[in-house]
């Protein structure tokens, strides 16, 4: 198993997407939101990445995926982490409107 820091173009805009969604989201919500959400915020992106990472080292030395040439792209689980700020953010959207 190796890492790789270099990888396409896309693995950029596939992370500023999910980071700009979860920077919006929050500024809107902001207003509302004590700090302790925040910390909240930071451990479930925290506790997630780490269930996705576990999932990932499962999937791949099992074979059900492999990322070729190289196994790792490292940006793989900044964006992981930063997918799952930008769900909570809209589970917290969702719920407030409903």
């Known amino acids: 198993m190796s890492f ?4 396409s173009p896309s693995w950029y805009i596939l ?4 980071f700009l969604g979860w920077i919006l989201l929050a500024f809107a919500r902001r207003r509302n939101s004590p700090k302790r959400e925040r910390k909240e915020q ?3 992106g925290v506790l997630g990445s780490c269930s996705l ?3 990932e080292v499962f999937a791949t030395s099992t074979n059900l995926w492999n990322y ?3 196994n790792w792209p ?3 689980w900044p964006t992981y982490f930063v997918a799952i700020l930008f769900g909570y953010q809209l589970l917290r959207v969702v ?3 409903i």
């Not at 790789?4 to 990888?7: L, M, P, R």
């Not at 992370?15 to 999910?18: E, N, R």
């Open 4 to 7: 790789s820091i270099i990888f």
């Open 15 to 18: 992370f500023s997407a999910f």
């Open 95 to 97: 719920e407030k409107a």
């Open 53 to 55: 990472i576990g999932m």
């Open 74 to 76: 490292i940006i793989l």
């Open 68 to 70: 070729t040439p190289v």
């Open 42 to 44: 930071i451990l479930i």
